[in-house]
């Protein structure tokens, strides 16, 4: 965290200002410090401020218990009480072998007593891979040792993030960050998740801040060091107080998580404070109550998410029309709003907010394709089905699971269901090239822009 961030902090629950301890500064960095105002204390970890009370972290720890550990220099426990997932449960780390004896009392003993040494082995290998992973980790990698190799196995989160960058509404969320335009003020990136919009929010800032702010430590733990390192975070509840100063934002943007969201007023109240009379308040990817859709939360429907914004100048539109923009390269349709009974058959709604009455307009042609930036690659859903003797590569689209295929259908409409790469096109890949060859698979979205140490 640096220093200079405090300048825009202050504490959700008084409002305080929030002064660090100086338990270890370099450079104006702050790692591991604890943060003190009026009514609390609360710990910076691993240059991560959590302004939170309750549990923090996957092992149930509150903030007492880590500024404990950060004031007796015990940092790399102060990490790994936030981000250490449980183990496998049951007896899935006992030896293959055993897990196949019958279910007898002495033999059951020995499988619980063999996955309980085998349980100390996997925080002692975990702990390790968490905290020092090395330049050869990728963020999919630790993706993957969260969702599939501990105890919270979740495949569907984990292709939800992993493929995240190809996804229709992520290119969604993308169209709308092309609104952003020489910002004089900070960006928020509410409930950020891993960082992939505060990635792209940090190429719009134009060296203003960026701080994405989430109540997952985890999430803001693989942004910072892997995705979005440009990028400041905050680990705080999003929708209640928020640990901000009044008009701290140019911008604040919320991207597929707003109808998750209890406390929709109180959000949307805590934007407008944020970002003031001149600020944009954009709201993507918001879940349709009207539509089924599974992991929705607490949505709204269309009539509600309008009368939320009644007092604010505002443009809701349905995500279908944004991507059919966004894949001719041309922004959102933000000139007017969709009539609300048209809106009830969509799926997902954005909502652009501002009292700048230029914000609301047709918009144009991009520069260069959003989802191109940062290194080139080919989409991860491309499988390879065989490498001809040319070199030439093979590939085949390919869907991780029925779920994600159903619920990800739009990408049919601009991925081919195969296609072939000629070794040329591969070296100039490699190479970082725009070729008018690799420019034709940057359009069908086969080749993305991905942070370096993404996969």
């Known amino acids: 965290m640096n220093i200079s961030l405090l300048q825009w902090l202050c504490c959700p629950f008084c409002a305080g200002n929030l002064n660090p ?172 998740g891993y960082g992939h919009i505060t990635r792209s929010l940090v190429r719009r800032a134009k060296g203003q801040p960026v701080i994405g702010a989430d109540p997952n430590f985890i999430g803001l733990y693989v942004a910072k060091t892997f995705i979005a390192p440009e990028a400041e975070y905050v680990c705080c509840v999003t929708d209640a107080s928020l640990p901000f100063r009044n008009g701290s934002f140019s911008t604040a943007f919320c991207s597929d998580a707003f109808h998750l969201f209890i406390n929709k007023a109180t959000c949307f109240r805590e934007l407008k404070r944020l970002t003031h009379e001149n600020g944009l308040i954009m709201l993507v990817g918001l879940c349709n109550a009207l539509s089924k859709y599974p992991y929705a939360g607490e949505p709204l429907s269309p009539e509600g998410y309008q009368g939320l914004l009644a007092d604010m100048p505002h443009c809701l539109v349905p995500d279908r029309a944004v991507l059919t923009r966004y894949l001719q390269k041309q922004g959102p349709p933000l000139a007017r709003s969709s009539e609300i009974g048209r809106l009830a058959y969509e799926p997902t709604l954005s909502v652009v907010a501002s009292h700048r009455h230029e914000v609301f307009q047709d918009y144009g042609s991009f520069q260069d394709w959003p989802h191109a930036e940062g290194r080139l690659g080919l989409n991860p859903l491309y499988t390879e089905e065989r490498r001809d003797g040319l070199g030439n590569l093979h590939l085949r689209r390919t869907f991780p699971t029925a779920w994600y295929e159903e619920h990800n259908a739009e990408c049919k409409q601009y991925l081919p269901e195969a296609v072939s790469v000629d070794s040329k096109v591969l070296s100039h890949l490699a190479q970082g090239e725009r070729t008018p060859e690799v420019e034709k698979l940057i359009e069908q979205c086969v080749v993305l822009g991905m942070p370096a140490r993404y996969r």
């Open 21 to 192: 301890c100086g338990t270890d500064q370099i450079e104006g960095e702050l790692e591991y410090d604890i943060l003190t105002c009026h009514c609390g204390r609360y710990p910076i970890v691993a240059g991560i401020p959590v302004l939170k009370r309750g549990a923090i972290g996957t092992a149930r720890q509150t903030a007492d218990d880590v500024t404990g550990l950060i004031k007796s220099g015990r940092y790399r426990e102060a990490l790994l009480s936030v981000i250490l997932p449980p183990p496998p449960a049951g007896p899935a780390l006992a030896p293959a072998w055993m897990q196949s004896l019958p279910s007898v009392r002495g033999i059951n003993r020995l499988k619980r007593l063999a996955h309980q040494r085998a349980s100390r082995r996997w925080r002692e290998q975990a702990a390790a891979f968490l905290t020092d992973p090395g330049d050869q980790v990728t963020a999919c990698d630790l993706l993957d040792f969260y969702y599939h190799r501990s105890g919270f196995k979740m495949t569907n989160a984990y292709d939800y993030f992993a493929f995240r960058f190809g996804q229709p509404r992520h290119l969604v969320a993308l169209s709308f960050t092309s609104l952003i335009h020489t910002p004089r003020k900070p960006i928020l990136d509410l409930a950020c």
